[in-house]
């Protein structure tokens, strides 16, 4: 098992890893501009450090708090050169098997890192997850590796200062503003395994709220050694349309992140929204998902402005009456701020008084004091 | 003059252009995705081929009604037509003042492009921007680069019109006028916590590149943060030109661009600014109609510290953007008004739960 370490962050594989420390710039990069406070960011690639000044002043324009904090650090004389190889993150679902389609023939590697989505201390989810990434990589005949970290949950004791940032375990914002610098430290830590690493995009291109994997920051984490791509800006239905041409694939989907047994509850929003998705592209049993989807089950689910852009997308995806239906009703709880429909008289009731609050409001704006 | 030409568009200026039609691939392929037929592009850049299939999808995305069209082209390796050369798209707003400033010592050229911001036929407006960036030219002794085009606005226009559109008519001006340069500044429109579709985006802009001419997105900080570099040089403020009203005069005093910058101004400590009228009272502010756009820079300056009653006024403004109200104009009958669409506002939210679902 080799292991690379700085200050308190390990990452962890049986694989070889990089012996440089460019592998966790990118997180004491996002660590600064959050805490506003200068770091040395040591020895850099060129090209890396060409893109830093960008990626600080994105960061800063996006976190809470953030600042344009000034940067110090020595740029590399000789990067270091690129080994062979091409990889992609995979977590099993539906963004990453469409990139896994897509890139089929170069792509070599599959990553699965213990420690992203599921805690250090769970060690049944990420045994699931790797029993499925291992038949996916079997399937397509990639070869899996592993990687651990504790850079997301622990809080190893740091002196004070430092010590500041394990309050919360990544940045304001959460890890969802962090995690593509997460995975470009992982794929830096693991550079003596490939040139080139696929992230798979988490959104279309009609989406770019600030993300922590996002296409215009991902590519800047590149080195001269390891490029880093976002891959896949298409829709989430144009995605599911490739992946359930491969029924071999669908079976194998993990979507969800409730984690509550199975891979996928059939419950959660999200397992909702890729059943549906499945649904209306013909596939009406799809063994990766309990048989659950019902309008009632539909309707009640509450949305978000990031969710609610994939639940539109079905609104067009030919779904039959009574789910469209039930999509319909939940983007609208959405539109008019009110709690989603279950079925309840009290439901009803809780509606109705909370329509009666916006009515009020409304009428109150106009004779607002300014 | 060289002129350059392809399929009714056409581009001139005095200085030598690039004849080779890779200037128009940005053009043809947004119509391409916009009309859903097969783009035939031609010969392209190594480099930007490698890039025409994201810069679709993007388009595909951001467009409505966009195609994810068929690309057809030949990759042909791109001979550098210039080994030289920084230019910088102006048109002497804050952005581009912004821009030139933190660029000042790698800019060469400043390109004022005839047929963008000002139509072909209002030669009269053209005059007076042209005068004014010789002029900022003249100041920081840069080379003003004219050029005139009618790809704006003698062509059909886009879906989301040229603020869709504009960044790649910035890709293929800076395409053409590649014998003058190899580096070129697209100062921004936005900050990178705004990253809404929009023509010239920093995701989009620097994919335009080949390997004879490299394009910039420049500056994703806040207004804000533009305009406090800028009031450290008064010569830039003094030559500012925002307005898009074309009254005439550079700056009306009047529009909403023009009321935000003189806030902006205000809000940094600059009670008088020889590019503006002296016309900011808080009821102009508060009477302005505000967009899903331009509302993030009047958010901007309600933590910019600017007077009690100019901060009310733009509070004011703010508040009828988002409460859907026509804003205040201190008339009885707008005020009239403003209840009638409050009423229609109340009746809407709380017919919301009784519907068809």
Not at chain 1, 114 to 132: C, H, S
Not at chain 2, 68 to 85: I, M, Q, R, W
Not at chain 2, 300 to 328: D, F, K, M, T
Request: proline residues 6%; aromatic residues 8%.
């Amino acid at each position: 098992m080799n292991r690379l370490t700085n200050e308190g962050i390990w990452i962890e594989s049986d694989l070889p890893l990089s012996d440089s420390s460019l592998w966790s710039v990118p997180l004491r990069l996002v660590w600064a501009v959050s805490e506003g406070q200068t770091t040395d960011l040591g020895t850099v690639s060129p090209l890396l450090a060409s893109n830093l000044e960008v990626i600080r002043d994105i960061y800063a324009a996006w976190i809470d708090g953030g600042r344009q904090i000034p940067l110090a650090f020595e740029i590399s004389p000789h990067p270091a050169a690129p080994c062979e190889g091409v990889s992609l993150f995979f977590s099993g679902g539906v963004d990453s098997f469409y990139s896994l389609i897509k890139h089929r023939d170069e792509v070599e590697n599959l990553i699965l890192v213990n420690g992203f989505n599921e805690p250090l201390t769970d060690a049944r989810t990420f045994a699931l997850g790797n029993t499925q990434a291992s038949d996916a990589a079997r399937l397509f005949g990639k070869r899996l590796i592993t990687a651990k970290t504790n850079l997301r949950w622990e809080r190893p004791s740091l002196p004070p200062i430092t010590n500041l940032r394990w309050e919360k375990p990544s940045v304001p914002g959460g890890w969802f503003m962090f995690h593509g610098a997460a995975l470009a430290a992982i794929a830096h830590a693991l550079a003596p395994i490939h040139s080139k690493v696929y992230i798979a995009s988490s959104y279309s291109y009609a989406n770019l709220d600030p993300w922590g994997s996002h296409p215009l920051l991902d590519p800047l984490w590149s080195t001269e050694s390891v490029q880093i791509v976002h891959d896949g800006g298409e829709t989430r239905m144009a995605k599911l349309r490739v992946v359930v041409q491969y029924p071999e694939v669908s079976s194998l989907l993990r979507v969800c992140t409730e984690y509550q047994g199975d891979f996928n509850c059939g419950l959660c929003e999200k397992c909702i929204r890729t059943m549906l998705g499945l649904r209306a592209l013909g596939v009406a049993r799809c063994a990766a998902f309990p048989d659950t989807l019902t309008p009632e089950l539909v309707r009640r689910q509450k949305l978000n402005s990031v969710t609610v852009l994939q639940w539109r997308e079905l609104l067009e995806a030919g779904l039959s009456p009574s789910l469209q239906t039930a999509v319909r009703s939940a983007i609208h709880s959405y539109e008019a701020g009110l709690p989603p429909r279950n079925g309840n008289l009290r439901r009803e009731v809780l509606r109705l008084l909370v329509a009666a609050r916006h009515s009020a409001n409304a009428l109150m704006s106009a004779a607002y004091c300014p | 003059m060289s002129r350059v030409t392809n399929q009714g568009i056409w581009i001139e200026s005095d200085l030598a252009l690039d004849n080779r039609l890779q200037w128009s691939i940005p053009l043809r392929l947004v119509h391409a995705v916009v009309n859903g037929e097969t783009a035939n592009l031609g010969s392209v850049s190594p480099l930007l081929a490698s890039r025409l299939e994201t810069i679709r999808d993007i388009f595909a995305a951001w467009i409505r009604g966009g195609h994810l069209v068929p690309l057809n082209f030949e990759c042909s390796p791109d001979l550098a037509a210039s080994k030289k050369g920084v230019s910088l798209f102006f048109s002497g707003g804050v952005d581009s003042f912004y821009s030139l400033i933190k660029h000042r010592d790698e800019v060469e050229n400043l390109v004022l492009v005839q047929g963008f911001d000002i139509p072909l036929a209002d030669t009269r407006t053209f005059a007076l921007a042209e005068a004014q960036a010789r002029d900022a030219a003249r100041h920081f002794g840069k080379r003003l680069i004219v050029v005139k085009t009618n790809l704006h606005w003698e062509q059909p226009s886009v879906p989301g019109g040229w603020g869709m559109y504009h960044g790649a008519a910035l890709a293929a001006v800076a395409h053409a006028l590649a014998p003058n340069h190899v580096k070129v500044y697209i100062a921004s429109s936005y900050s990178y916590a705004d990253l809404h579709p929009w023509g010239s985006h920093p995701l989009l802009d620097p994919l335009w590149s080949t390997e004879s001419v490299k394009i910039v997105h420049d500056g994703g900080e806040t207004r804000l943060d533009k305009l406090r570099l800028l009031v450290q040089h008064p010569e830039a403020l003094s030559r500012l030109r925002v307005c898009w009203e074309n009254l005439g005069s550079y700056n009306c005093g009047l529009c909403e661009k023009c009321i935000r910058t003189m806030l902006g101004l205000r809000a940094l400590g600059i009670d008088h600014c020889a590019a503006f009228p002296d016309a900011l009272r808080p009821e102009l502010v508060r009477q302005q109609e505000l967009s899903h756009d331009s509302v993030l820079f009047w958010r901007e300056l309600l933590e910019a510290g600017l007077s009690p009653a100019l901060s009310a006024a733009v509070r004011s403004a703010i508040h009828s953007y988002e409460a859907c109200l026509p804003p205040r104009t201190g008339k009885c009958k707008r005020e009239v008004k403003r209840w009638l669409y409050a009423m229609r506002n109340a009746g809407r939210a709380l017919m919301s739960p009784i519907d068809c679902f």
